[in-house]
């Protein structure tokens, strides 16, 4: 709209899965961005994303945010974002960073705390509210298309388990995967979560268990608005991604369905048939992650926070902490609880 | 709504399959009627026809139209619908009658003259008008919800063929079957139908062939408005009553879809099935059948004209004309060349 | 299937609103029964259904059970039904209860262990589970097409308020709405119910919240198989009676959808716009109200027990009862501490 | 799967909006691909999507197909097909062809004779083949899952009119737009079409009508095998892209619908509303155009005639003459009629 024309540059640390991911969508698919460098601990993975998108490899974390940067995209293992996050605000870059700070809410505050005495732009990846449709829940509840929130609804299934090993450090189904889902109920709902009743069970792979984790849950929230969230996850659906979002009140309802893989449809004597979801993540959620990128570059150009704040970053740890201690301790918990630990 | 009180009283005259279904309809669930007595020349059918529901059986049809009723239901086999018109007008009676009329032009226009001639509500039982969805499809064309309609599009499958000897005596899928079309193209598209140009195919029973009858036809409509209707038939869809509507104009487009059974689905790896469309034909089509009685007598308590009007019984007849016509001459047929022959 | 040929004659015992649908279907639409006499405390209702079917009237509950009846169907205010079922049962009758037996499990005991002790088929009339999307989902547990549920979900929101009248004599939201909720979580889980973790909330009708009710509520249950069930519960939905069933499980996912009034759609530039569901409450259910005398009355023929039972009747009165703790002691109840209070 | 690595190297002609959007599926998304020149007549088109792809840039025709490339992508004006087709024949090319190869008889056989006599592999572009939902129509014919096509019904429906001046030299609607849709009657129902009945108005731009086009049409064309179908064109649905294709048969049937922009809902008291369908281009078909480029190579790969053929380029200009004809002859016109014209 405005005749912004700078692109904006974008340093990617870490050069994983996620990391790739974003890299690519800020040189190819984002209008007006680009990615100014790259670097990742594994070297041989930095240079071949590089070399890939024929971008600058930087020799490390100093070089890249010493560079002409406008923001840096922390893509690492979560262990080390609270770091990056640090060094990043004292260099004045504006800062996207994964999913989730940390899994320690000291941590988290360490480098939510140096953000904000840099005064930078901070987004937190929670990528799925800029699914179209989930988004349009939000919309619809923020347009008043149905009234004050008394209840929502969030189904979140992922079609496989992650590996073992994964789950050993990622704390766990509450934190690592229905985190989303807290964000997704602040979200939806546009009230804090001031309570939380968690079950867990171990129905699909017992060695999560053995693990200390669990792989299917069912949680309910109790926002300060009144609002009641029910969520419920399981590590692995046959069908694909189930990711439903929905919002009721005294105007009606809405809904983010899942989309099919495809709209044909068969019809015979045993009846309707037609596809399922999609198993693949990028295949569910590609548009989520440029919008999302869209987003924060849309506020870095008008000098607005960017959409997802460090409150956003912060609350949903605190819900899947008090999330644990409730399955631990068999009673609802508060989340002041876990803030006053 | 208004303080209309009388009941009004409906002498049924024939006691087969529709009969019953119209009588069953008034005794029990259309508010505000009665069967006043029914007739059948097969005597034993209308005898327990009268004692299922109570009501009183005539000897024949003068005993029953000298009687103290309101209206007639005309259900007996097409062959005898024009005398019983005449007869039934002749007496004062309002008249619904079973679609068609006849299936010869000179004998239909008998009939309609004679109820001219008597100033007696008539109305002619389209049904299929009175499903809700197709009659949503219509109230969105007269709403100006989609503006002048410029394509009309039917779908009508029955789920299985009728017995041959049906056939023999039905006048052949354009009169027996897309006959309800060409109604609904006339009441969706509000304009009447100016030229066709048909195209069967015998691709299910080779004996309808046999008998001079088509099994699967597609058929397109010139309307005096401009709009072009296109029809497919087939005598056999394997998943039950396929019966879709749809108008498309310059403010978009109105549907009809096709009913489920019911609405459980099952999601698995293969994909998402669920339940296709009745094969029954009561479960598709009973509150059409209730709603244009409904519908009627309204009309006769307001002393309005009923809906489904004499044109309604005539036009259809000569649409199916010229489509055989069309089929036979391999060209699209005006239908002023049926009606001048 | 077999050559049973005799009409199964039922007295209906109470002639408000669902003792008059219940004769309805009896005396017209479910196959081979009839109604063999209708009573009402309140004689005038009685009077008038009787003279609607043309049944006999009887003069008192003795002397309807003194007739030669089959089975009696216990229609009255819930107060009064465990008298009706004892004294049904020292008659011999088989029995149809509506729901519920009683609000006290003490008197709800009283009147089962009479029915156990007569050894009369006894059935109460929890209707949805006959409804035919919801039973397909049960179908689809039963037949493993998901494998053994993890995950249940069901939503059920009513389109308007009931009295406040009712409120103060139905025992509340999770005696009077949610119980049949209950009972659907226990029928598609296939599993008994071990714990109850409720919350409720008054957000519609202040009122309600007053005479000690809540009008939102959602529920977790835990079962004894380890299946989770969550159910939300509003007393107004303003697009009409919203009833969903899900179940997930390894093998995917079966799930009930709301019916919408018909399937007409408008699409224009706004979008797709079709019709929401159904807001009267026989518009609804009236299917699974035929349904469920179709099985009841094969189950007298087959000798076989009604499909409905006993537990069946107890069960959820245990589940409402421990969800009312649940709320007032804010924590998860078991369902064991219930029955030993 | 097997073990070929080397990378298919593509030299594109023609840099408007077709060609880049070739380009770039070539350069970044279909895998084992890259482009190998670029050209267009008009120089800064060429240059600047060869710098933003950093690909090369050919000052002609005869030199980019003197280069060391696989194949060529033929994007240009359509006038200009054949001469290309012609040079990169003679060159040993691989050929990738956009639709229509000519909209002269004369001139597409004399493109098609040279490849057919250089004996290079030729794909011609009709994309909609590779739409999943499409596909999957074709697929389950092909399959046998609902038996041999009896009816085929096709929708096609853009968002906007082009602009008059395409107008003028397209070909009018029935070799410009429908013309995929002959395409696609043809791949669904998996036979030739031997005669074609089309009538044509002018509803939307009058000015379409002065240069002897059409704006709206519809089209039944009987298939050498009995199959009849029925296809209508509008220049401007409000909703956006409409692209249904439907086959109907003995064992059932098979559709494809319209993607929504979302999978949203909002449900209120005025009924369920979501949202219609893309109005953009590539919003609808990207993925079909990168499916067509993925069996463009692997055939190339496999030395396998690609999926697309001669035939296919071939038979639809035919039957748009022969559609033509019809309209201005007012009469069903059989494609050998125009063939041996």
């Known amino acids: 709209m405005t005749a912004v024309t700078r692109t904006i540059s974008v340093g990617v640390i870490g050069a994983g899965r996620i990391g790739r991911l974003h890299a690519e969508l800020l040189a190819r698919r984002v209008p007006g961005t680009c990615v100014g460098a790259v670097y990742d601990a594994h070297r041989p993975s930095a240079a071949g994303l590089a070399a890939q998108l024929d971008v600058p490899l930087a020799a490390g974390v100093e070089e890249l945010l010493g560079g002409d940067l406008d923001a840096v995209a922390v893509c690492t293992s979560s262990d080390t974002h609270v770091e990056l996050i640090v060094a990043a605000a004292r260099a004045g870059k504006a800062i996207f ?129 009144g609002c009641l969230t029910m969520i419920d996850n399981s590590r692995r659906a046959v069908y694909g991604y189930d990711q439903r979002v929905e919002a009721f009140g005294p105007g009606g309802m809405a809904t983010s369905e899942n989309p099919p893989i495809h709209h044909g449809t068969v019809v015979g004597a045993d009846g309707v048939r037609h596809q399922a979801y999609p198993s693949g993540w990028t295949d569910r959620y590609i548009v989520s992650y440029q919008r999302e990128w869209e987003a924060f570059v849309a506020a870095l150009r008008a000098g607005a926070p960017p959409p997802v704040t460090l409150q956003d970053a912060r609350a949903p740890l605190l819900i899947g902490l008090a999330a644990w201690r409730s399955v631990h301790e068999r009673r609802p918990v508060a989340v002041q609880e876990v803030v006053a630990a």
């Open 97 to 225: 960073c994964e999913k989730p700070v940390s899994l320690e809410l000291g941590e988290l505050e360490r480098g939510l705390l140096e953000v904000e005495r840099a005064g930078v732009p901070f987004q937190i990846g929670f990528n799925r509210r800029f699914d179209p449709g989930h988004a349009s829940v939000r919309d619809a509840v923020a347009g008043g298309l149905i009234g004050e929130p008394h209840i929502v609804r969030i189904s979140s299934r992922d079609p496989e388990p992650p590996p073992l090993a994964y789950i050993r450090s990622s704390g766990g189904l509450f934190l690592d995967m229905m985190i989303h889902d807290f964000d997704m109920a602040r979200f939806v709902a546009g009230s804090e979560v001031v309570e939380v009743y968690a079950q867990g069970a171990v129905r699909i792979v017992p060695a999560f268990g053995e693990a200390g984790d669990v792989d299917t849950a069912v949680v309910t929230l109790r926002h300060a608005s």
